[in-house]
């Protein structure tokens, strides 16, 4: 894996299966990443561009995006936009990715247009301090090398762009809602990343299921998490997600859950995923646990 300061950690957010929380958990984690002193850079894959305006941007205005980065091949420094937030930054989409598939079709390497834009963020110069707007403003000088995590936010189907995602990605982190039939596609996902690590990214890994919107009142969410369990054992997390209207407010202010509601369920699940990941990955440091300001 790469990591350990000499590059980021590249997580991809995949689940085939719309709605079941990779963009909540994407913008969430990230945000409780950054939080903690991670810098973080969420960049978003999904022409409905719902990361980027989560945190606060609106995709219609952005002056460019991953389709830019994609199809024209615009250096991934250039695209980097604050957040807002300390130390997180956005690679925003927009509605013109939805166009990117078919734009790149007869493009040799099309599955790797986004591991190739990745690769100047996983050589090794140190970060000008200031982050986004300095890293955009130097321009070809030099990109934006420091952030510690970027996290992929992918749309809902195993296409194109979620191939770009998985070839670009150290690890994948799978949202599963606790719902019936949550199992269904897990099979067929896990078959996609088995045949993406043979045939186009060798050091792919399923880093982990999250178990999202879980409601504690009824006796399915529960089963749901045990059969989950049972099938994928180690690797579920042990942080659950819990069903929170907070957390799906959020998403309309632009912020993410530890700025609008930090003492929430949600907030409280989402830094306890955020915990257990960079426990996981060998970077926690006297990381506290107070999700509030
Ligand atoms: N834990 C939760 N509790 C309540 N609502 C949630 C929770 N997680 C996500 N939501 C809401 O459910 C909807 C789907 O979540 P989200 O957009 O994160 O899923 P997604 O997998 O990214 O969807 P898509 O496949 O369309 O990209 C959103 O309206 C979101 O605000
Ligand atoms: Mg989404």
């Avoid at 305006?53 to 980065?69: E, H, I, R």
């Amino acid at each position: 894996m790469t990591g350990g300061g000499r590059g980021p950690i590249v997580y991809a957010l995949a689940n085939q299966k719309g709605g079941v929380g990779k963009t909540t958990t994407a913008v969430n984690v990230g945000a409780c990443l950054a939080r903690w002193g991670q810098r973080v850079l969420v960049l978003d894959i999904d022409p409905q561009a719902n990361a980027t305006s989560s945190l606060g941007l609106d995709k219609q205005a952005v002056p460019l995006s991953t389709y830019d980065v994609l199809v024209r091949e615009v250096p991934l420094v250039r695209v980097i936009q604050p957040s807002g937030r300390e130390r997180l930054d956005v690679i925003p989409a927009s509605p013109a990715l939805a166009g990117a598939t078919v734009e790149l079709v007869n493009q040799p390497r099309r599955e790797y247009c986004l591991h190739q834009a990745l690769a100047a963020l996983r050589s090794s110069n140190p970060v000008p301090e200031s982050g986004a707007e300095k890293a955009a403003s130097t321009g070809s000088k030099g990109p934006d090398t420091g952030y510690d995590y970027v996290l992929i936010d992918c749309p809902p189907s195993l296409g194109l762009l979620t191939i770009n995602a998985l070839t670009a990605t150290d690890g994948v982190i799978v949202p599963v809602q606790c719902e019936y039939l949550a199992l269904e596609g897990l099979s067929q996902l896990a078959r996609a990343i088995e045949l993406v690590r043979r045939s186009l990214n060798p050091t792919l890994r399923l880093r982990g299921l999250v178990m999202t919107m879980f409601d504690s009142r009824t006796i399915l969410a529960k089963q749901v998490v045990e059969e989950v369990q049972q099938h994928f054992p180690g690797r579920v997390f042990d942080a659950i997600i819990p069903r929170s209207v907070r957390l799906s407010e959020a998403p309309s202010y632009g912020e993410p859950i530890i700025d609008y509601a930090p003492r929430s369920a949600g907030a409280l699940a989402y830094a306890a995923l955020a915990r257990e990941l960079l426990m996981g990955d060998g970077r926690l440091q006297l990381v506290s646990m107070t999700v509030g300001r």
